[in-house]
């Protein structure tokens, strides 16, 4: 749906996909129930994809489902479940007052950053020129060949440096698995 | 693709949307209903018995009496259930394989007074992305039944299906890969105007096509992969405690998810609705017999691959689960890995000799396919059946072993151990 033809039923629905998501992730963090807390977050995952596709960014929406709710909260699922935490007191890492309020001091610094972000005025260097979904849609490679021209040619260091930085955790990860005889 | 015909204006493109959703749904779940009644009635033919044959002629009625025993039928709720999930559960595990639906299409481009329809709902720029996105979450469904069910060996069935799945999803996302390589897009619509234009997937990824049709088997909890519902270790897992409809949508989600990867498979390797020998189909104005034609291409394909799942089902024993889990991590994973590589360089190769994309192309990809699967059926082989090991007796030898073991109906006395 382009938000040229009903402007009124793209900002209604982006709304109400932002507001899903506002409620989802206050219900994730106060649920008592570990697999409730995660079901929500999934809820969240997928109103965030929503509003992804919504903003012509559909791969970064397909890639949102794929890896959080298809992949990584299938593995939350999968070791709250196995392990079936009970207590939300014996597992949490924030215990006492202190750590609460230096979480929400770090929470609230982010907001603020992110509005202040989302009023900056951009370097054009630090932008791409903006190419609506149907211009880049019909060039050969569809709408992931310049994804794949950034990620695999323009910044290949990067990209290269966070793969050898997954393979070390996943090297680690198998270190700490193992049984030490 | 012939793009001078105009695309509809808005009112039809939505009219033509929603008649399009409610065929697909309708045909869609008609199919999925007698699927399961031809999985009944293909299993009585492979072991030599009738099959549902009372309700109607040839018991074509069957799935009309299942739905109305089923909706009937009492329903338990078990104590100490999680309530909201127990019950959502059953249509988690529904919907996916329904919506996964919108992308795949499912015949040649149909003119209309209003300009040219495409016969597929959504014809998503990230085409396979969202397929395989929605096929992840296929796993949410049982899990949540599993956990939801408070029942030891239901929860079993869920863990055993959320690290199965996890597991299955990486090697189908690789041989995806594949088809992306060689198509250069993740658009349906591309892959199968690009199998048109040169030769089906299948013919030159054969070993991609092969991976994905194991993954889908493991995605789709079938035998020889039906671990999380393990009768003879798990009562029924993950949906031992559910009853009537509720436990009857599981099933239905099950033939849904046959019906969905089947038509994926024969979107992404075999041509999609594209007729073989033929450009009739492919080129020129499209027309209403077109359309018809290559719908029922299309359908001809999809039914043969459930036919095949029904098959599978009916001839190959269950896994263990270890083993299960080594041919997922231990084998499938290397050779896609392997593969994917192979591919890459070949394509690499080609279009650094400046072959392009034309018919040089799929003729070297065709012979390096070729050479790939003899050398993968040789390494699986392990020298069963392409040189057994009674190749390598001396023939005298040979001799002596079949005088021994005469063909009789049973075994002398001396001969049982």
């Known amino acids: 749906m382009n938000n040229e033809f009903f402007p009124l039923f793209f900002s209604f629905h982006f709304y109400l996909f932002a507001v899903i998501a506002l409620v989802s992730a206050i219900l994730f963090v106060t649920r008592k129930s570990p697999v409730a807390a995660a079901l929500w977050l999934v809820n969240v995952m997928f109103c965030l994809a929503a509003l992804y596709v919504m903003l012509d960014a559909q791969f970064i929406g397909a890639i949102q489902i794929l890896v959080y709710a298809g992949a990584i909260m299938v593995v939350f699922l999968f070791v709250v479940m196995l392990l079936n935490l009970g207590k939300p007191e014996d597992v949490s890492d924030i215990r006492g007052n202190l750590p609460r309020v230096t979480a929400g001091f770090v929470g609230a610094a982010l907001l603020a950053e992110v509005m202040v972000l989302a009023r900056a005025k951009w370097s054009a260097q630090l932008t791409l020129p903006v190419a609506s979904g149907d211009a880049v849609r019909s060039e050969p490679g569809g709408i992931i060949a310049p994804i794949a021209e950034v990620l695999l040619r323009d910044q290949l260091l990067a990209f290269e440096l966070a793969s050898i930085l997954l393979l070390v955790a996943i090297v680690g990860a198998v270190t700490i698995g193992r049984k030490r005889s | 693709m012939d793009q001078t015909q105009l695309d509809p204006g808005f009112w039809p493109f939505v009219i033509f949307t929603v008649i399009k959703m409610l065929a697909i749904f309708t045909l869609y779940m008609v199919g999925v209903a007698y699927t399961t009644l031809a999985e009944r009635k293909i299993s009585g033919w492979i072991q030599d018995r009738h099959g549902p044959n009372r309700v109607g002629p040839w018991g074509l009625f069957q799935v009309l009496a299942d739905g109305v025993k089923n ?347």
Not at chain 2, 143 to 148: D, E, R, Y
Not at chain 2, 166 to 194: F, H, K, P, R
């Open chain 2, 71 to 417: 909706i009937m039928k009492e329903e338990s709720m078990p104590g100490g259930v999680n309530k909201p999930l127990f019950i959502l559960a059953p249509a988690i595990a529904f919907v996916p394989a329904l919506i996964a639906w919108a992308v795949i299409p499912f015949a040649a481009p149909l003119p209309t007074a209003w300009g040219r329809v495409d016969m597929v709902v959504a014809d998503l720029p990230i085409g396979f992305l969202y397929t395989i996105g929605i096929a992840s979450l296929g796993v949410y469904g049982i899990v949540l039944a599993g956990w939801s069910s408070n029942n030891k060996y239901a929860l079993l069935g869920g863990l055993r299906a959320s690290a199965q799945m996890v597991s299955y999803e990486i090697t189908m996302g690789m041989a995806l890969l594949c088809v992306l390589l060689v198509s250069g897009n993740v658009s349906l619509t591309d892959i199968v105007a690009q199998q048109q234009g040169s030769t089906w997937n299948a013919i030159i990824l054969s070993i991609a096509g092969f991976l994905f049709l194991v993954s889908a088997f493991a995605e789709t909890n079938r035998v020889p992969f039906d671990m999380p519902e393990a009768e003879s270790e798990l009562i029924a897992g993950y949906h031992s405690e559910y009853s009537a409809m509720k436990f009857s949508m599981f099933p239905i989600s099950e033939y849904a998810n046959m019906v969905t990867t089947s038509a994926m498979f024969v979107t992404l390797f075999l041509g999609g609705w594209d007729i073989p020998f033929t450009d009739w189909d492919s080129t020129g104005p499209y027309t209403v017999g077109k359309a018809i034609a290559t719908f029922g291409m299309f359908a001809a394909k999809t039914i043969f691959f459930v036919f095949f799942y029904i098959w599978v089902r009916w001839t190959l024993p269950r896994f263990r689960y270890d083993q299960l889990m080594s041919l997922g991590w231990k084998v499938m994973l290397p050779i896609a890995l392997i593969y994917l590589v192979i591919i890459s360089a070949a394509i690499v190769a080609l279009d650094m000799a400046g072959l392009g994309r034309g018919p040089v192309f799929g003729y070297a990809m065709g012979g390096l396919n070729l050479v790939c699967l003899v050398v993968l059926v040789l390494v699986l082989d392990r020298g069963r059946l392409v040189s057994p090991a009674s190749g390598r007796l001396a023939p005298d030898e040979v001799e002596r072993l079949r005088r021994r073991a005469p063909m009789r109906a049973t075994l002398a006395p001396e001969e049982i151990r």
